[in-house]
């Protein structure tokens, strides 16, 4: 539609060049518009005005419709684009070299000293732990000698116990059933309060070296 459409006819009638702001365009289409109307010769109104006046809006329309699209009016010259040179990247700062981290080597002269005196002190504790031809040693010998102190033995059951000495020292039971505790496949049994049976399952052993209690067994 915008390809047959005559815009050189419209700038003419007009009076206006193709480079022209759309501000001007819009009044000089007002302007012709007026001098088309039907009402400045209500009775001697031709034809042909008519055609005129019809053509008119439609190339009005027209270019209204490319200015849309385009930016610009038919035949205009496109508005140039300025391009902004890129400006190139700064080559990147070689970083500083970094401060040597290396320690100053101590002083040999002072590890000869050194040396000597572990030799001395290494040698001393050898020959402390060296038998005497009497067969004693010497006292740093005989203080290493004693006897270590004897761990205490762990709690067992023992019949008569209460049954918060069996909690303390076996745990919660894991079914309570009257005077009976069972502890997975092993139990024990109270009697009035006190312990006087039990039975270590190997598969989960109580804490007694006995499988039953000796009076038990009689």
């Avoid at 031809?133 to 006897?147: M, R, V």
Wanted: glycine share 4%; hydrophobic share 35%.
């Amino acid at each position: 539609m915008v390809n047959e459409i005559d815009f050189l006819d419209l700038y003419r009638q007009l009076r206006v060049s193709p480079d022209c702001g759309l501000q001007e365009f819009k009044q000089a289409y007002r302007r012709r518009v007026s001098t088309l109307h039907p009402d400045r010769e209500p009775h001697g109104y031709a034809r042909t005005r008519v055609q005129r006046l019809q053509q008119l809006n439609a190339q009005y329309e027209a270019a209204m419709e490319f200015q849309r699209l385009h930016g610009r009016l038919p035949g205009a010259q496109p508005p140039t684009r300025t391009v902004t040179p890129q400006r190139a990247n700064p080559l990147p700062r070689p970083s500083p070299a970094p401060l040597s981290s290396a320690r100053p080597r101590p002083n040999m002269k002072w590890l000869i000293p050194i040396a000597l005196v572990a030799i001395g002190i290494l040698f001393w504790s050898v020959s402390a732990v060296v038998p005497q031809p009497d067969g004693t040693t010497d006292n740093a010998a005989s203080d290493n000698d004693a006897s270590p102190t004897e761990t205490p033995a762990a709690p067992m059951l023992a019949v008569g116990m209460s049954p918060e000495n069996v909690r303390a020292i076996q745990g919660d039971p894991v079914a309570i059933r009257d005077d009976l505790w069972e502890y997975g496949p092993s139990w024990v049994r109270f009697d009035h309060g006190s312990l006087v049976d039990w039975y270590s399952s190997p598969l989960h052993a109580l804490k007694t070296t006995r499988t039953r209690p000796s009076a038990a067994r009689n």
